[in-house]
């Protein structure tokens, strides 16, 4: 089993070497690939990511599941994994994802959140509530997907035709749960991301739950979402 690690940027010369460098160190016994899909960032971030990429594709400014859908298409292996910049990666990231996709039923699978720089409220909150919300969507088919922590069967991915790329938010959620008609999707606590707080932090407590609370409803009872998400750097 070979992966494509996609990694959207635009503007994010403060966190994306943080994360390129975590990848480098994988344990993960397989071949693997970062692609860095940018859109026409105005820093530094295109020299960063070339810096320790293996590959760095520069496109149009656009939604960030357009920059994914550029990523997966210039990916040349069987399963795309998504993360995004501002993240750590764990070394075992990509060896427990590819555990929950030995399974060929498995069509995809997602991991845990964990805050990178987080107190610990927002620790206890990802340790302990998180994950048993995130099971249960899954035992009940409505995968909640973070962009930042997810991977797919390339096949099914061209199956469906990919990102809805007119999607300013809930791209991530809304690929997985059109993916998922073709097979089995799980959720593996053990592939752990640690993401920024930026927004958190930016936003607030409420501002931030009540974004994600009525964005979640609103794409599993109506098949839209927010388009409205300003970006925070």
């Known amino acids: 089993m070979d992966i494509s690690v996609i990694i959207p940027t635009y503007n994010e010369e403060k966190y994306i070497e943080t994360c390129l460098k975590s990848l480098e160190c994988q344990d993960f016994p397989g071949n693997y690939e970062v692609i860095v899909s940018d859109g026409s960032s105005t820093d530094g971030t295109v020299d960063i990511a070339g ?3 293996d ?13 994914r859908q550029a990523g997966a298409h210039a990916a040349k292996y069987s399963i795309l994994a998504f993360t995004d910049a501002d993240t750590y990666i764990p070394s075992d990231w990509l060896s427990n994802l590819a555990a929950s996709l030995e399974d060929c039923r498995v069509v995809g699978a997602h991991g845990k959140l964990l805050p990178l720089d987080g107190n610990r409220i927002e620790n206890d909150f990802c340790n302990y509530v998180l994950p048993p919300y995130s099971q249960f ?13 997810f991977a797919v069967r390339r096949k099914a991915f061209n199956k469906v035709r990919g990102f809805n790329t007119k999607l300013v938010t809930a791209e991530d959620v809304d690929l997985c749960n059109r993916i998922k008609k073709l097979g089995k999707f799980v959720y593996n606590p053990d592939a752990v ?8 932090r930016e936003w607030g407590y409420l501002k931030m739950l009540s974004f994600y609370t009525s964005n979640t409803i609103k794409y599993h009872t109506k098949g839209t979402a927010g388009k409205l998400f300003e970006p925070i750097r």
């Open 51 to 53: 810096r320790h990429a």
């Open 55 to 67: 590959r760095v594709i520069v496109d149009r400014k656009d939604t960030i599941a357009y920059g």
């Open 137 to 149: 969507m899954v035992n009940i088919n409505k995968p909640s997907v973070p962009g930042s922590n």
């Open 193 to 200: 991301v640690y993401v920024s707080t930026r927004r958190v």
